[in-house]
């Protein structure tokens, strides 16, 4: 026999009403993703809160591209993450977003047009020619040059995000990440423009090592020796994957949220849905954990606001 919930509540929301108090009232408004949202929000709270939790943040690279970068070196400030899982190309718009500036764009431009004027299209997001392949050339050239000539022959992609965030400053994921010591891991990282000029620069040094075993000691570390582990998964694709992958080890994550729009129709591993990891021993079976359906530049400012106010 089928036991209804509460019932459903409207939504009231009072001039100056603090937005974590909005999204208690999502939670009992029945209003399809806004329950998955406010969800999220109480897993993370409980999860960040934990001392005993490992936690891992996953995300895809494009999302660097934007302004929602600033939300991603915040959280890492603020240390509610152990672990980066992320994708090669969250490096490649790091290092170029630091040294110089993307564009504001549109959908529908004409990308023959572009091309002619020396302009990527990513989305909405325009990036200039030379702020991007030249300008990573130049900058991961000189900086491995400098960690060879220092007596640095081999490196691990931790080693490699260590290396690039150091030499960056404030605004960069990498750079909070670096001074923080929080682990940043890019399991696919020759799939970009960083791993195409370690490549290069390999083969100008034939002594040069990328040691990516070196990665999987330093994850084995970590979660075969973690009481709990969590994770906020933006994106899906390889980061959401190892995430997950790792985790098995350890019999699951015990708090996970992942923030997709991707379909679970297709079968793919994006669209997989949190619970589906419950079958391959990747999420505990009594894990804390949801799906948000949404388009992650529009729900995480606001799910970061509610974080800060609930965890203060």
């Not at 992320?86 to 091309?115: P, Q, V």
């Not at 923080?180 to 696919?188: D, E, H, T």
């Amino acid at each position: 026999m089928i036991q209804p919930g509460e019932p459903i509540q409207d939504i009231s929301v009072d001039k100056g009403m603090p937005i974590e108090k909005i999204f208690e009232k999502m939670s009992k408004s029945g209003g399809f993703e806004s329950r998955n949202l406010a969800d999220g929000l109480s897993v993370l709270t409980e999860m960040i809160s934990d001392d005993k939790c490992i936690n891992f943040l996953s995300f895809i690279g494009a999302i660097i591209s934007t302004g929602l970068r600033g939300i991603i070196k915040d959280m890492i400030e603020n240390k509610w993450f152990d672990v980066v899982v992320t994708t090669c190309g969250a490096l490649d718009h790091d290092i170029a977003r630091y040294f110089s500036n993307y564009n504001e764009g549109s959908f529908t431009l004409d990308d023959a047009k572009l091309a002619e004027e020396n302009f990527h299209r990513l989305g909405n997001v325009l990036v200039p020619t030379e702020s991007y392949g030249p300008l990573i050339e130049k900058k991961m050239q000189a900086f491995l040059e400098e960690e060879y000539n220092n007596g640095i022959k081999e490196m691990s992609t931790e080693d490699i995000c260590k290396m690039i965030g150091k030499h960056l400053g404030d605004g960069s994921f990498l750079y909070s990440a670096f001074k923080n010591n929080v682990r940043v891991i890019v399991p696919g990282i020759m799939d970009g423009a960083v791993g195409s000029q370690i490549w290069l620069f390999s083969q100008k040094h034939s002594d040069f090592k990328l040691n990516m075993m070196k990665d999987a000691d330093t994850l084995s570390g970590i979660i075969f020796k973690a009481k709990k582990s969590g994770a906020l998964m933006i994106g899906g694709g390889i980061s959401k994957h190892h995430t997950l992958w790792w985790n098995q080890y350890r019999d699951g994550l015990d708090f996970a949220v992942y923030i997709t729009t991707a379909q679970e129709f297709d079968g793919s591993l994006s669209g997989a849905l949190v619970r589906e990891a419950i079958s391959w021993g990747k999420v505990t079976q009594n894990a804390k954990e949801t799906t948000i359906h949404a388009e992650v530049t529009t729900v995480l400012p606001f799910l970061y606001s509610a974080l800060l106010s609930k965890l203060k």
